[in-house]
């Protein structure tokens, strides 16, 4: 048996890659819906290849995963790289939304403003390093057109799995190819509705050297779709960790009640409170989630 790596998959068959770059086209066993686990892009695996050259070979055995996401579906990547730019207009929530997913995967978030190159006055980094300065998330700028910023994000990313993720239109396919030279099907932005226009259909993974990276489709809506107690959501807000147990209420929300430090903060302008809007919002949707978790 031989060990690969996933790089694509869709219909049922999927695509490995060895150390030597040799790709094989795979089917998972039987065994793998029994346990109720399909392979994603990212897996380590031990495969074994088809006999005949246009015949699929089996992905025989997936090894355990270090990370797991399942938007997007990937596996063992190191950091989630969230892509925002001018124009599509940043969806703040959606990256509240993915950085709390990087951090219950215990993944390290970043955030990349991309599209500097028509960012005028720098508007969207600059509001990007407001909201984020105290939240342990790194920012960095680039445009994918003409390679601002390039050698920074390459250094950052060596020896990571890299995945991008985010909203249609920032630019993620663009960016791989600035990077590595690749040439990606890239999309336009619909002129009506300024959006991206879904140009990439599947996650995909490229290795060069020791970096890894994942491409993967962009999107608009993301759920919090796993029910959790609405008091560890604070614990995914690294800037709040210092005001733990300053609050008159214990536990607190840090919502409405009185005598709350962390709303003191955000008075004096410590903290964003568009952040911490954000928060809130998110905070009652966990909340309902919760009281109707056994309905
Ligand atoms: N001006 C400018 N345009 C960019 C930059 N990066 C990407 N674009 C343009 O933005 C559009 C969308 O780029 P894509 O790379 O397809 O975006 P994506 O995030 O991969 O989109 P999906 O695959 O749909 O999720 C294309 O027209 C790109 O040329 C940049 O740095 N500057
Ligand atoms: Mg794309
Ligand atoms: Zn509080």
Redesign the pocket.
């Known amino acids: 048996m031989i060990e690969g790596t996933i790089i694509r998959g869709r219909g049922g068959l999927y695509t490995a890659m060895d150390d030597s770059g040799n790709t094989y086209v795979l089917r998972a066993k039987k065994k793998f819906r029994r346990m109720g686990i399909s392979p994603l892009v990212g897996d380590k695996i031990l495969l074994t290849p088809g006999e005949i050259s246009d015949e699929h070979g089996w992905v025989e055995e997936i090894h355990p995963r270090i990370s797991q996401c399942l938007r997007p579906p990937v596996a063992n990547i190191t950091l989630l790289c969230i892509?925002v730019?001018p124009?599509p207009a940043p969806d703040w929530l959606l990256v509240d939304k993915l950085m709390i997913f990087a951090r219950k995967q215990l993944l390290t978030p970043l955030l990349i403003v991309?599209?500097?190159?028509?960012d005028e006055g720098q508007e969207t980094l600059r509001q990007a390093k407001t909201m984020y300065a105290k939240a342990d998330m790194d920012v960095f700028c680039?445009?994918?057109?003409?390679g601002?910023g390039k050698e920074e994000l390459l250094s950052r990313f060596q020896d990571q799995v890299c995945c991008?993720s985010?909203?249609?239109?920032?630019?993620?396919?663009?960016?791989?190819?600035?990077l590595f030279g690749l040439q990606?099907?890239?999309?336009?932005?619909s002129q009506k509705i300024l959006r991206?226009?879904?140009?990439?259909?599947h996650a995909e993974l490229f290795r060069f050297g020791s970096v890894t990276v994942i491409?993967?489709?962009?999107?608009s809506l993301l759920d919090l779709d796993e029910v959790f107690d609405p008091v560890l959501l604070q614990d995914y807000y690294p800037e709040l960790a210092e005001y733990a147990g300053q609050c008159r209420f214990s536990p607190c929300y840090h919502a409405t009640e009185p005598g709350c430090a962390v709303r003191d903060a955000e008075k004096e302008g410590i903290l964003s409170t568009e952040r911490l809007e954000r928060y809130r919002l998110l905070l009652k949707d966990c909340r309902e989630k919760w009281r109707d978790r056994y309905d």
């Open positions: 892509v730019s124009q991309n599209k500097a190159d028509i680039v445009s994918a057109k003409t601002m991008f985010g909203q249609s239109g920032v630019g993620k396919s663009t960016l791989l190819n600035q990606v099907e890239t999309g336009d932005i991206g226009k879904n140009t990439t259909r491409d993967t489709p962009g999107f």
